[in-house]
């Protein structure tokens, strides 16, 4: 089993039309907003994949919430030819911050009391 207190989170950070650098992280209240606008946050990350721009404009609010107070005042700071870009910074901390699949089976499995005292 791995110890979470030995991995150290891979800041990730995104400059908008502003010129600001600024923070990502995704953390319980990121994942209710996405929650609360699309179901489920799969589905939020399905729509983002999908290139939907509401979506881009809502993950990156929902990963910069300690920033800003909506996601359209988050979206007047994006600049078309920044899409890419903020794509690429969005997916970074995806994948830094989100847990493995196995993490989330681990967890799950925990809460329902069915832990192998083998991991």
Not at 58 to 77: H, I, Q, T, W
């Amino acid at each position: 089993m791995s110890n979470v207190t030995s991995i150290k989170r891979k800041d990730v950070t995104v400059v908008l039309s502003d010129g600001k650098e600024r923070p990502m992280k995704f953390t319980l209240n990121s994942m209710a907003i996405l929650e609360e606008k699309y179901g489920t946050v799969d589905e939020a990350f399905k729509q983002l994949e999908a290139g939907k721009i509401t979506a881009v404009r809502d993950v990156l609010y929902s990963a910069m919430l300690d920033d800003f107070n909506s996601a359209k005042e988050v979206g007047s700071l994006i600049n078309i030819e920044d899409i890419d870009k903020i794509s690429d910074a969005l997916n970074s901390t995806i994948s830094t911050d989100m847990p493995s699949d196995d993490d989330v089976a681990k967890t799950q499995a925990k809460v329902v009391g069915k832990v192998d005292p083998n991991n």
